[in-house]
């Protein structure tokens, strides 16, 4: 489980979806726009949204103000993910889209373009 704190303006993740692990959203502050197979939910606090193995999505904060939500992940092998997020992209510094889709692939990352 991780809790994301999305600035306003965030544009989120590409599309992209899962060989293994399934998504469970939960809106906690603001509105996140998750986009499921090509529909846009424009989920508001209390809102959650499950997303399963295989499924294209993205998530983003297009929207003035910040937002959070809580991404559960199951199975949980997905923390690797975000420990090595935090350690190549410090908080406050700018992502590398190549080094990002770099770090996507060495995990249970399909990009879809």
Do not use: C, K, W
């Amino acid at each position: 489980m991780v809790e994301h704190d999305l600035p306003a303006g965030f544009p989120g993740p590409p599309p992209h979806a899962h060989q293994v692990t399934t998504h469970t959203f939960y809106v906690i502050q603001g509105t996140v726009r998750i986009v499921v197979d090509n529909q846009i939910i424009e989920a508001t606090a209390g809102i959650s949204v499950y997303i399963p193995t295989g499924v294209v999505h993205q998530f983003s904060n297009p929207g003035q103000e910040r937002a959070r939500m809580v991404e559960i992940d199951t199975p949980g092998s997905f923390q690797a993910y975000f420990e090595e997020l935090r350690r190549v992209f410090p908080v406050g510094e700018p992502i590398d889209q190549l080094r990002m889709a770099q770090l996507q692939q060495q995990y249970d990352f399909i990009a879809v373009i």
